[in-house]
Nanobody, 123 residues
Framework: VQLQASGGGLVQAGGSLRLSCGAS????????MGWFRQTPGKEREFVAA????????AYADSVKGRFTISRDNAKNTVYLQMNSLKPEDTAVYSC?????????????????WGQGTQVTVSS
């Protein structure tokens, strides 16, 4: 499975962006899907995850109430709607597909990673 994240860009604080994660070479419907982000000099951090059915989601405390993860299995795509963006949300955002919901906040549970998309929030 090959993943590709898109939708990043430059936005002012308070603005919104929607990231998309598409797949080729396989279907995402049986995978837990996650979004992670990374800034230079820092470790990659968990942002959000969604179960294979889409009925269960999880968020980092820093984005809870502002970001929404969703999926459309028919389109083989996962989304991350980001509202009320803050400068500290600036990072490269990557999507991942993996196995275990109970470990959805952990990088090691994910088998496939896409190239990231840059999100820059100006103050």
């Amino acid at each position: 499975v090959q993943l590709q994240a898109s939708g990043g860009g430059l936005v002012q604080a308070g603005g919104s962006l929607r990231l998309s994660c598409g797949a080729s070479g396989g279907t995402l419907s049986s995978y837990v899907m996650g979004w992670f982000r990374q800034t230079p000099g820092k470790e990659r951090e968990f942002v959000a995850a969604i179960s294979w059915s889409g009925t269960t989601t999880a968020y980092a405390d820093s984005v809870k109430g502002r970001f929404t993860i969703s999926r459309d299995n028919a389109k083989n795509t996962v989304y991350l709607q980001m509202n009320s963006l803050k400068p500290e949300d600036t990072a490269v955002y990557s999507c991942a597909a993996g196995g275990t919901w109970t470990e959805a906040r952990k990088e090691y549970t994910y088998d496939y990673w896409g190239q990231g998309t840059q999100v820059t929030v100006s103050s």
